[in-house]
């Protein structure tokens, strides 16, 4: 242990904690996806874990969905105030949560663990993360879709209970769960995020036996007030005044919509406001949002504009505040289904970016395809006949900025810094077979700099009595464009029967059936463009003509360059020089 004389500010030992701190939050992450059962964790990362202090101030986040930040102080903070104050956690206790509307924060398909932390009796810390479960249960298999009616037709709920008691494992809990889940995996993940959890408490428990309680308490309150610090020294730098937005959330997937929503965001000397009163309040369908979900899709974008590389925490937060009407669409109340709850999330982050970005083109660019776009695939294996079930966002391109086009192929921004499954796992796991995974070339989102590229994926189911289930949001309206630039594509897909057929194009559908032979084509948006399309450079242009991400017509119409592929040479025309 550090010499107790030594002074509790002594920098150096500060950093030195607060480093140790933020590793343990990754080693977290890494112990929880190298032990995962399922693709979505493993591969695509869908997942979040870390630490926070007694209070459950978030400490620090592993990198994975963007869409969870945050989420974890809130279940966190739901722990506490169910156990904390009558004394009732324990060494050893992990409590299971995934209520949307309180601790939860997103879907019930996203189930959270929360471990308490002891050193020498004293609460110390909590251990924490939140995964994507295969399946919750619930009606349809993926446990969330697009037509339900009310939360407990979308799984299994947790209610911030206690999977373990003091070290022990409740396992009519754990039988519970089996009796009602329809893949082993999700036992598994469960599993996996034990096994998180106790890295983190082995980590901190340590820190505490060669520092000393004080010593890392002292660290935890440097951490926080250092984020509060960059945060502010951020804001700083920002316009103030008032700031508006408004749109739509397209539909709640049972033929209701579109349902209007919008923010008025004030920046001030000392705070970031975002108010979004006034929108639509909570809908039938599966698009609600809780207050949870609103506060992460905030937290995200307030990154994106004040430091996008800082490391997570609590104090980063302080600044912000956010406002909403009770039992708005994005401050949901029970029992409204939430399944799809991410499209309201998304909405609701996009409206801030709309009203900021001409004011911040160097932070923020031209809108992206703005969907989780959601693909639940499930049947029969055709070498084993045991079921499958794909759960995957997809990927569509992002706006572009001053300076840049926009980036193709990327999820979106509640996804953040994830991963699709890749073809050969999702053939070898799965009854499909891809017969296409490509860019779409469709010279939206045209400009001085172009919208990103999304993506067109084709499954080919191999077995009869497949059931799709999409989600695609941003159907109707498009990727906004930016000083001048156009609007990018809408996200949509089609079905290519066997018998020749063509179905579609449609944006959300529940348990679209497939037979084999028959091909689900996934086409994402491009994002919006940013500038005159008449000031690209007129190389560039060529250069994309033969690149074959704009056509002949499109380069001469759009862009006012003649390109001629034969004889590989091209010309300014004079609609350019006007």
């Not at 572009?400 to 979106?412: K, M, N, R, T, V």
């Not at 994830?418 to 799965?430: F, K, L, M, Q, S």
Request: glycine fraction near 12%; charge should be negative.
């Amino acid at each position: 242990m550090v010499n107790a004389s030594q002074k509790i500010t002594d920098p150096f030992t500060l950093e030195i904690v607060k480093d140790s701190l933020l590793a343990t939050g990754d080693e977290m992450f890494y112990a929880l996806a190298r032990t995962a059962m399922s693709p979505i964790i493993y591969e695509v990362l869908d997942y979040a874990s870390g630490l926070t202090d007694s209070k459950g101030q978030l400490l620090t986040q592993g990198n994975g969905v963007t869409g969870f930040i945050g989420m974890l102080s809130f279940m966190v903070k739901e722990t506490i105030q169910k156990f904390g104050e009558e004394g009732n956690l324990k060494p050893g206790d992990i409590i299971i949560i995934n209520d949307p509307y309180r601790g939860g924060g997103s879907h019930l398909s996203d189930v959270g663990l929360v471990m308490p932390i002891f050193h020498n009796g004293k609460l110390m810390a909590f251990s924490a993360n939140k995964a994507h479960w295969t399946d919750v249960g619930g009606k349809d298999p993926g446990s969330f879709t697009n037509d339900a009616n009310e939360i407990f037709q979308e799984g299994l709920q947790f209610p911030c209970v206690k999977l373990f008691n003091e070290g022990k494992v409740n396992q009519g809990i754990v039988d519970m769960i089996e009796a009602n889940v329809r893949f082993r995996e999700s036992i598994g993940d469960m599993w996996a995020q034990v096994a998180a959890l106790r890295t983190g408490e082995r980590r901190v428990k340590e820190l505490c036996e060669k520092y000393g309680s004080k010593v890392i308490q002292a660290a935890i309150d440097y951490l926080l007030d250092h984020g509060e610090v960059l945060a502010r020294k951020e804001l700083a730098n920002l316009p103030k005044g008032t700031f508006m937005a408004e749109d739509i959330i397209e539909t709640d997937g049972k033929g209701n919509g579109p349902f209007p929503i919008k923010v008025k965001v004030t920046i001030t000397d000392d705070q970031f406001i975002c108010d979004f009163r006034g929108s639509h309040p909570q809908v039938q369908g599966t698009v609600n949002c809780s207050y949870t979900g609103l506060v992460s899709a905030v937290r995200a974008i307030f990154l994106a504009i004040t430091n996008p590389s800082q490391d997570v925490n609590d104090g980063v937060f302080r600044p912000l505040k956010v406002i909403v009407d009770p039992q708005s669409i994005m401050s949901a109340e029970r029992p409204v289904p939430v399944s799809n709850y991410f499209e309201t999330m998304l909405g609701s982050l996009d409206l801030i970016w709309r009203a900021l970005a001409p004011y911040l083109p160097e932070r923020l660019s031209a809108g992206h395809h703005l969907s989780v776009c959601s693909v639940t695939l499930t049947g029969k294996h055709p070498d084993t006949n045991a079921p499958f079930l794909i759960v995957e966002p997809s990927v569509g391109g992002w706006g572009a900025a001053e300076g840049q086009d926009g980036a193709p192929g990327q999820f979106c921004i509640a996804d953040g810094e994830t991963y699709n499954v890749p073809v050969e796992v999702a053939e070898t796991r799965y009854g499909i077979i891809v017969d296409e995974y490509s860019l779409r070339s469709d010279g939206a989102g045209s400009g001085k700099y172009v919208g990103g590229s999304g993506v067109i994926r084709s499954y080919r189911a191999l077995t009869d009595g497949q059931f799709a289930t999409i989600t695609f949001g941003r159907n109707l309206t498009k990727p906004w464009g930016m000083k001048g630039g156009q609007d990018g594509s809408n996200n949509q897909f089609y079905v290519e029967k066997a018998n020749g057929e063509i179905d579609g194009p449609f944006g959300v559908y529940p348990r679209y059936p497939l037979n084999k032979g028959d091909v689900i084509k996934l086409i994402t948006g491009t994002g919006g463009g940013y500038g005159d399309p008449l000031q690209r450079p007129a190389d560039q242009v060529y250069r994309d003509v033969k690149g074959e991400y704009l056509t002949v017509e499109q380069a001469r119409n759009i862009y006012g360059v003649e390109v001629d592929l034969e004889n590989q040479s091209f010309k300014e025309l004079g609609i350019r020089k006007k």
